[in-house]
């Protein structure tokens, strides 16, 4: 089976086909519109949902030009159905059902972190069920006790910022640009992470949730001290947050991990792309199996979407409704 995915919650546009027999992702592409909301430091979905609309039919044409396929040979279509913002959803989900119909193909909605967690099923080896996930990207922080497919435990989450989100907000406060995530990560290659001592919000707490808005605003009183920031207490900055963040969530999931007593340990979203992170988690929990996605799947993308509908695209009936959610609790899976 043939499975295209499409992509469009937030500033990605991502196209990619999955085939079911060879358990291989046979073609993508992927649009990042980064560049047009740095200007704003963030987001802007009215832009977001202009800029799918003018790319999605080139870059699926360029998807099926790479595949050597024809629209027919597609078995089914699968798009992110939420969470995410309704605009960028819209034009994902109608070019979805419009391609569908036109072509008499069943068509599935899909979680978007439900993709980022089961890309890592595409790992060789792949871990197996059950197992633990954090989810760490700009809109989510989640620890997961992922018992079978569909079936979500969560167990922790943030209390207010997503990960993705307080580098998204460093960046900004250090003048560093959007997205922040690579930008600091960059930056703070060279700085020294002791030079702060940011705290490590929650670890104290014996539960396994998150909170990251005291720790930007921890970044934010420090750096109003200082009266003129040098490029090197930038990057001291950048470090000492970053290695503050990566401590949080190796804690965490060493708590989870103990009290879960699972085995592995299963990463995704787009802050699992940071290699500092990676190498923390991996050092910290050497007697665990870590498994992250490459890098290039980390953050949004198309594959991860036609992955996780080849799943779920032949238990549905061919169904006409456009449904999309913007909010959509991963604990609140419908299909299946
Ligand atoms: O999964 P994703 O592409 O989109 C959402 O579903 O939110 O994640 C985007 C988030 C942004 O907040 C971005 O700053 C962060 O992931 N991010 C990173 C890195 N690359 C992307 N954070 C830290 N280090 C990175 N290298
Ligand atoms: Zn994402």
């Known amino acids: 089976m043939k499975v295209l995915g499409i992509e469009t919650s937030c500033d990605e546009t991502g196209i990619a086909i999955f085939d079911t027999e060879d358990n291989s992702i046979v073609s993508e ?27 999605i039919i080139p870059l699926l044409r360029l998807t099926m030009k790479e595949s050597g396929l024809a629209l027919e040979d597609i078995d089914g279509i699968a798009y992110t159905a939420g969470p995410g913002l309704r605009g960028p959803l819209l034009v994902g989900a109608s070019t979805a059902k419009s391609l569908a119909l036109a072509l008499n193909k069943p068509s599935v909605g899909v979680h978007h972190m439900e993709a980022h967690l089961l890309i890592n099923l595409l790992e060789n080896p792949p871990p197996s069920f059950p197992f633990l996930t954090l989810l760490i990207s700009g809109g989510h922080c989640l620890l997961i006790h992922a018992k079978a497919l569909g079936q979500y435990e969560i167990i922790g989450q943030t209390l207010d910022d997503a990960v993705g989100e307080a580098f998204d ?99 995704g979203g787009g802050v699992a792309s940071n290699e500092y992170i990676r190498e923390k988690l991996v050092t910290g929990l050497s007697d665990k199996r870590i498994f ?28 006409n409704d456009l449904k999309i959610k913007p909010r959509w609790p991963l604990s609140e899976l419908d299909h299946g």
Request: with cysteine.
């Open 29 to 55: 592409q992927l649009y990042s519109q980064a560049s047009k909301h740095a200007e704003y430091g963030g987001v802007v979905p009215e832009i977001a949902s202009r800029d799918h609309l003018k790319k």
């Open 169 to 267: 907000k460093v960046a900004k406060i250090l003048d560093l640009g959007y997205p922040g995530g690579p930008k600091i990560e960059a930056l703070a290659k060279e700085g020294d992470s002791f030079a702060f001592n940011f705290p490590r919000p929650m670890t104290d707490k014996d539960n396994f949730d998150f909170s990251f808005s005291g720790l930007k605003t921890a970044v934010f009183y420090e750096l109003k001290k200082i009266k003129k920031v040098s490029e090197s207490q930038k990057a001291d900055i950048a470090a000492s947050f970053q290695a503050a963040v990566a401590e949080t969530l190796l804690s965490k999931c060493q708590k989870a991990l103990i009290d879960t007593g699972l085995e592995e340990l299963v990463i």
């Open 292 to 319: 992250f996605p490459p890098i290039s799947r980390c953050t949004d993308n198309g594959a991860m979407i036609a992955y996780t509908g080849s799943f779920y695209i032949g238990k549905k009936e061919l169904d």
